[in-house]
């Protein structure tokens, strides 16, 4: 069973308003032991994540501007300058802000996570309304699962269940996540689409394939 958002994700989430001021955000950081929080508009739907990297530029000095009136535009740096002159949430937010639904699974949480660079995701529901929020440590606590539930789910669910073989015909053992699979299918294309679904049994860091088969496909 593929774990969704909603069973790993935390529902005690710690949101500013677009008005709340830098030093607002700086506190609630400061008093919750977060790094970031999620921007919630006046009908409380989340519009952007303010973090700690957005409040650095103000921190170490960066200057708004090159010159009376003038926009410093330094490649990759004009976007900081503005977030140095920024006083609110609105104006300090990354935005829009990459979210997830609470039924998504956590596979889809870590895509997202990975393609685009960001470390957490606010959670909302058909509303847009904030219903918690997901971490990166939160989706890789699925390899945390224990190795006989891998195991378990492997010989029950993916080889008699899915594939409908005869679980005897197979050995599967696990060892810290990395399950070893030894065994006779039927022709190369069923021992290659087993170890294909095995690998993606949740908590399964990798696969020894010692799977044989007994007839060349056609």
């Not at 909603?6 to 977060?34: N, P, S």
């Not at 829009?96 to 609470?102: E, R």
């Not at 224990?146 to 594939?163: M, N, P, T, Y």
């Not at 065994?183 to 949740?202: C, F, H, M, Y």
Request: aromatic letters at 4%; proline letters at 4%; charged letters at 25%.
């Amino acid at each position: 069973m593929t774990s969704a958002v909603k069973d790993v994700m935390a529902t005690r989430v710690v949101a500013v308003r677009e008005d709340a001021t830098y030093k607002d955000i700086l506190t609630a950081m400061r008093k919750y032991r977060i790094s970031a929080c999620p921007v919630l508009d006046a009908a409380g739907h989340v519009v952007g994540v303010v973090s700690e990297a957005d409040l650095l530029p103000k921190e170490i000095g960066l200057q708004p501007f090159s010159g009376p009136g003038r926009l410093l535009r330094a490649s990759g740096r004009r976007g900081e300058r503005m977030k140095a002159a920024g006083l609110t949430a609105a104006e300090l937010m990354s935005a829009p802000a990459v979210t997830i639904g609470p039924e998504a699974s956590v596979t889809e949480a870590a895509r997202q996570m990975y393609e685009r660079g960001v470390k957490r995701l606010p959670v909302v529901n058909e509303a847009g309304r904030l219903v918690g929020i997901v971490s990166r440590i939160d989706v890789l606590s699925v390899f945390a699962r224990l190795d006989s539930q891998i195991r378990d789910e492997v010989i029950h669910k993916v080889i008699a269940g899915k594939f409908k073989l005869n679980p005897e015909a197979f050995e599967v053992t696990v060892t810290s996540g990395i399950v070893t699979v030894t065994g006779q299918a039927d022709n190369p294309t069923v021992a290659s689409e087993l170890i294909k679904a095995i690998r993606q049994v949740e908590g399964v860091i990798d696969i020894w394939d010692k799977i044989g088969y007994r007839q060349q496909s056609a």
